[in-house]
């Protein structure tokens, strides 16, 4: 039986199928998010070289693990996600990066990733930061698996032209200020950005 956790920005159980996808609500809201979530810009934002290997953190349906297996030259990509709706359904979307082997995905969470140290070049995150039980475990777990160098790249719902979904999902300004402290503590630097649905936090593991 999976645990029900509690998201650190509010305190309480985090239950929405999109937050926990589980079930039939869990599969519907998992093809809702593969059609309203488009993360094509993020690309830009990753800049994955040849041969980098890349993990994504609460990969949802899968459809940035399949852009990073169609659109970049990443040797291997890997998928965590607590739910095992979202890690079938992303295994069905990229079925023949899977079995080719490029692709990894696993049950894991942000601090629980369940790699070894150091062996990622490239590390994201896309709408789920706000809904880990614990922040600052996430961002030190993230840290831990980055190679020297490698970039970590946070977002959350918001930008500069955040649509309608975008808006009612952004944070205050108190929470987003929270995440670049976190990242700072354990990064010593931190850039924020914002691309149209999305605010940006990136960061480059430099020891
Ligand atoms: C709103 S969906 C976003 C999915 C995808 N990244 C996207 O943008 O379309 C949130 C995802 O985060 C996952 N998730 C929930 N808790 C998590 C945690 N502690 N660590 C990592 N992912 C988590 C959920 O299972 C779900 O797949």
């Known amino acids: 039986m999976r ?15 999109f937050a926990a996808p589980r079930g039939l609500s869990g599969r519907l809201a998992g093809r809702f998010m593969l059609l309203t979530n488009k993360q094509d810009e993020l690309l830009d934002v990753l800049r994955v070289n040849a041969g980098d290997d890349v993990l994504e953190i609460g990969h949802g349906p899968g459809g940035l693990i ?40 696993r049950i894991g969470a942000a601090d629980d990733i ?7 070049d490239c590390a994201v995150s896309v709408n789920n930061v706000a809904i880990w039980p614990d922040l600052e475990a996430g961002i030190g777990e993230i840290h831990r698996v980055l190679r020297i160098g490698g970039r970590a790249v ?6 500069h032209s955040a649509g309608r979904i975008a808006r009612s999902l952004a944070l205050p300004a108190d929470h987003l200020d929270r995440i670049g402290s976190a990242i700072r503590d354990r990064f010593g630097a931190v850039t924020r950005d914002q691309l149209a649905d999305l605010d940006v936090f990136t960061a480059i593991r430099e020891n």
């Not at 645990?3 to 199928?17: I, M």
Request: charged letters at 20%; proline letters at 6%; a negative charge.
């Open 66 to 105: 399949r852009l990073l297996a169609e659109k970049t030259d990443a040797d291997h990509i890997y998928g965590v996600d607590p739910s095992a709706e979202m890690v079938d359904a992303a295994g069905k979307l990229n079925a023949a990066a899977v079995a080719a082997g490029r692709v990894t995905l």
């Open 3 to 17: 645990q029900t956790q509690r998201s650190w920005t509010t305190g309480k159980p985090v239950t929405s199928p």
């Open 154 to 159: 946070i977002c959350w719902h918001g930008g």
């Open 114 to 120: 369940g790699l070894p140290g150091e062996s990622v």
